[in-house]
């Protein structure tokens, strides 16, 4: 399998660092480093207990560790599930990409888990690297089999790729400070965070994400497993909430005992909404999604979520192998399968797809989802609830779907307006 180069010139600007919305006032030879610094200390004297925590993680011990129980996924089963064998198996694997994910406090065990779950399931050992940017982080269990469950299944979507995990001090500011370091230091085109937070998106958050547009670094984050939120259920999440952040939904997964996909529907913990006090942006009004609020709409797409439907995952600290649900699982397998969509743009001279959101609504999804590229690219969730019900086209907990990754790769991969 090949994929062609859409022969549309390119409309990507080179990277470069926009300013957000504090008032910095920039001279020449100011560095970025020294830029996204500076609105890293604004925002911790400006919100000092944020608090913020990985997306409720619901496991259970791991009876059986082999593939075949369509309540406990192996690596083989999910691939097959979403199309992802045929890319995998012609060399689309991430190489000569960097996937991050911005955890806090991390996993002390992390290396040793990591080769363990590559060892059981025969995938190679990708090249892991760790940074502490704000100091020794903190120690919790959650966190450390979140920071699993993150670094192993972005790899298992992403098996060429290098892993760089950002480890926050603390569970606060010091994850959006995850996204400057990264950005600054240029460690990946996808930040994956499976962490969420009650309230509006903060000031960090709206000018950080302005510089990884500009530098074409795509921001994902799972849309929560508490239900809906937004307009009519209590109030926003951070960042799901935030314009330039692809938010990943849940959905439950139904496959053969060989991972043949069966079905999908929404997963009843899914978050996903319509942000108080954001205005719906222009791709999602041109793509005439369902919004009577006139409000930005979340989630974006969505991936396999529900425990009953959980991913196998090994971490020492909590007994070694046990299986997950949550949108902690689909997030990592997004920011995976766009580090394989961004070793095929790399390849016919593209820049990342990065703020992907506009392309997915207007162009893969179109008007109503009137794309002939909807049906090849997307499973439509049709049936389940979040608090908001599942239906034709975009809702709320799966957003416009889920992958069909192989042909989605072409159609992210190469062309040029993506």
């Not at 192996?74 to 991430?94: E, V």
């Not at 909807?374 to 499973?379: M, P, R, T, V």
């Amino acid at each position: 399998m090949t994929f062609e180069k859409n022969t549309l010139s390119s409309n990507k600007k080179k990277p470069t660092i926009l300013l957000g919305l504090t008032a910095l006032i920039v001279v020449l030879f100011v560095s970025p480093m020294s830029i996204l610094t500076a609105a890293y200390s604004s925002a911790q004297s400006l919100e000092p207990n944020l608090s913020l925590s990985p997306a409720p993680l619901i496991f259970s011990p791991a009876p059986n560790v082999a593939c075949g129980n369509v309540h406990e996924l192996c690596p083989s089963m999910l691939t097959k599930a979403y199309d992802m064998d045929k890319m995998h198996n012609n060399g689309i694997n991430g190489t000569g990409q960097a996937v991050v994910i911005d955890d806090a406090c991390g996993d002390p065990n992390i290396k040793s888990d990591l080769s363990t779950f590559d060892s059981q399931w025969g995938l190679p050992n990708p090249k892991l690297n760790i940074y502490t940017p704000q100091g020794t982080p903190c120690s919790d269990s959650g966190w450390s089999l979140e920071t699993s469950l993150d670094v192993e299944w972005a790899h298992v979507v992403a098996p060429g790729a290098t892993i760089n995990l950002v480890v926050a001090a603390k569970p606060n500011n010091d994850l959006y400070g995850g996204w400057i370091y990264s950005l600054a230091n240029h460690l990946g085109n996808e930040i994956s965070n499976s962490w969420q937070g009650s309230g509006n998106c903060p000031v960090i958050a709206h000018q950080t994400l302005e510089v990884a547009t500009s530098q074409n670094v795509t921001i994902l984050a799972s849309s929560g497993d508490g239900g809906a939120w937004g307009q009519n259920h209590g109030g926003n999440a951070q960042p799901a909430d935030c314009l330039q952040v692809l938010v990943v939904g849940g959905t439950t997964l139904n496959v053969q005992s060989d991972g043949t996909y069966v079905s999908e529907s929404a997963w009843s913990g899914s978050g996903g909404g319509y942000v108080i006090g954001a205005k719906e942006p222009n791709f999602e009004i041109k793509a005439n999604i369902t919004d009577s609020f006139k409000e930005l709409a979340k989630s974006d797409v969505a991936a396999d979520a529900n425990p009953i439907t959980g991913v196998l995952v090994y971490n020492a600290q909590n007994g070694g192998w046990v299986t997950v649900g949550g949108t902690s699982v689909s997030c990592p397998l997004w920011a995976g399968f766009l580090a394989d969509v961004n070793q095929v743009r790399a390849s016919k001279g593209l820049f990342p797809v990065g703020f992907v959101n506009p392309f997915l609504y207007t162009k893969v999804y179109g008007p109503n989802g009137s794309s002939s590229l909807y049906s090849k690219d997307f499973h439509d969730i049709t049936s389940g609830n979040d608090g908001w019900p599942a239906g034709k086209g975009w809702d709320a907990p799966t957003g416009i779907g889920s992958f069909i990754a192989t042909p989605l790769a072409q159609t992210l991969g190469t062309n040029s307006k993506a």
